[in-house]
């Protein structure tokens, strides 16, 4: 288990998950630093199936150059193995307009995903698709 602790996001992986969490907005050169730590984090898992489970407490509108960043490391992302992610959105009063921008980016990628208010929930859903997924 691996992780990375930054002032306004965490990103820890364990076997076939990458949890990662997010705290509020991040400014262009946190935006920056965390898609850096993405891409060396992601290439852990080159050749096998994982998930991610991301939680975003707090407002984390994204700007339109973030939401473009966003989708491709979401590329490089499933390039990786990427198959599936779990979002949770806690304690936003944005939480509609982060659920379009998440919906946008994830669909962009054809990343299977789901929206959750619950970690628990979220963690679960994603651990049942990678065991289906390695089954079939």
Same mark, same amino acid.
């Given at each position: 288990m691996e992780t990375i602790v930054k002032e306004k996001y965490s990103i820890t992986s364990r076997s076939n998950i990458l949890q990662v969490d997010a705290f509020g907005p %991040? =400014? &262009?050169? @946190? $935006? *920056?630093? #965390?898609?850096d730590d993405m891409y060396s984090t992601c290439d852990q898992f080159s050749g096998q199936s994982w998930g991610l489970l991301i939680s975003f407490y707090g407002n984390s509108v994204f700007s339109p150059e973030a939401e473009e960043?966003?989708?491709?490391?979401? !590329? #490089?992302? @499933? !390039?990786?193995?990427?198959?599936? =992610?779990?979002? @949770?959105?806690? &304690?936003?009063?944005? $939480? &509609?307009?982060?659920?379009?921008?998440?919906?946008?980016?994830?669909?962009?990628? =054809?990343?299977? %995903? #789901?929206?959750?208010? &619950?970690? =628990?929930? /979220? !963690?679960?859903?994603?651990?049942?698709?990678?065991?289906? /997924? *390695? $089954?079939?």
């Open positions: %991040f =400014n &262009d050169h @946190v $935006a *920056e630093k #965390y898609i960043a966003l989708i491709k490391v979401n !590329k #490089y992302r @499933v !390039k990786q193995g990427l198959i599936a =992610n779990a979002s @949770v959105i806690i &304690d936003s009063s944005t $939480a &509609d307009i982060q659920q379009l921008q998440l919906r946008r980016i994830y669909q962009a990628c =054809n990343i299977t %995903f #789901y929206v959750f208010s &619950d970690i =628990n929930s /979220a !963690k679960s859903w994603l651990e049942q698709f990678l065991q289906q /997924a *390695e $089954a079939s």
